[in-house]
């Protein structure tokens, strides 16, 4: 075989490399980006045509229209803490742990990168606390929630988009005993960009970094530690990978075509930011991070209503949808995308970015970085912090 699905429509959700029967497929960055695709070892594979068969990529998703929408949040606030958002994510997997289901998440690895676990246990799902922006790697998830179901359980599964509609492919007649949450999307790094930007910055600063965060209680914002010390602290508009990603340069190419990016929905329940709540409709704020939660199924309504543990309140579909862009369509590549991976595979990521984003990003973090510094002194020194 020599082709899964059409190159620019691989997710990389790696499906195919977990249910081949024979273990021809292997993900591996690719020469482009750096994103995880399969590739096919000829003299092994049999070409029985399975993996095409499952891809994702190589179907139309099988939409559902919402049923119910909720603002979201974690009633006890000390529940909320480490979680991106409202802590939805947190609330359903501890729910899925009382009612004995198996769960699939996403914990930062080893390496300050992504991966993908498959558990059943309140401990380890802790560490799914928390958005990492970047493509994880799902390396034997597919294959332990399909034996998970074949033993009879139930499996709870959050993921990007993709990666549900890959779980659903493998669960294939098992559907009914999985359910799939996915999280609004704004598309994936590469790993391998992550690491590059993390070793760039180590070297701006003259330090190893030895741990990173994407969110913090501000909102997205890339935190970079050295032995226990903050070494960068920017924000989203003043932090150059995070610029990177929000406006199109170096997510997977397959992100700008997104299927998923759209108001209906392929999973049981959308979660993600409820961004934009109460511009047209009044919204008392609980002064915390507000979830959106769509639920698209009669499943997904089932589950929702077992969880006990978060504060729901009824709001409309279409406020989620003018409020986040990735509920309406992809992101668009930037401009100057290709002037950014040109001059990048040539000189590197210092030169790629003093040729793209770099004073603009920087223009803005001079010019705003002060102002929030002395305010947030200020009310440390009124107590109010
Ligand atoms: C790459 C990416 C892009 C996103 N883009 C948007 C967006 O455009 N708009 C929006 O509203 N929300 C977006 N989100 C979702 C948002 O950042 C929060 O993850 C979501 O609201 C859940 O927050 P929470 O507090 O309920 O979850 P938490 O309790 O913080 O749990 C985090 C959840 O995210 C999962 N997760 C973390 N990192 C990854 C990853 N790399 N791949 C797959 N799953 C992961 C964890 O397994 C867990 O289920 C994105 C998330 C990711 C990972």
Redesign the pocket.
Known sequence: MKEICEYQRCFGCGLCADICAFGAIEMRPDAEKGHLRPVIDSSVCSDCGRCQKLCPANREPVYHENIITYAAWRTNPNQ?R??????????F?ETAIDLEMVVA???QNSRMT?S?KVCDSLEEIKS?????????DTRGVYRKLTEALKAGKKVLF???PC?CEAAGSAAGRMQDALLT?D??????PSEHMLLDYIAWVGAVKGKKVDSLSF?SEWGVEMRMFSSGKKIWERRMHWDYFLHLFNYGYIVNEACFGCPYACQKRASDIT???F?GIGKAVPFEDPKR?V??IGVNTEKGKKFLSKCKTLTLVEREWSEAVEG???LRAPQEKAPDHDLFWNTYRQEGLDKALRATVYDKVSARYKKEYPMVFLKSKAKKLLGKS
């Open positions: 909320q480490g979680s991106s958002s409202g802590g939805v994510a947190a609330a997997y998440g996403t914990q992504a993908m799914f606390r928390g958005s990492k922006y970047v493509q994880a959050i993921g990007t990666q949450v999280l609004i999307c704004h598309g994936v969110r979660i993600g930011d961004w991070k979830s959106v986040n862009s990735q």
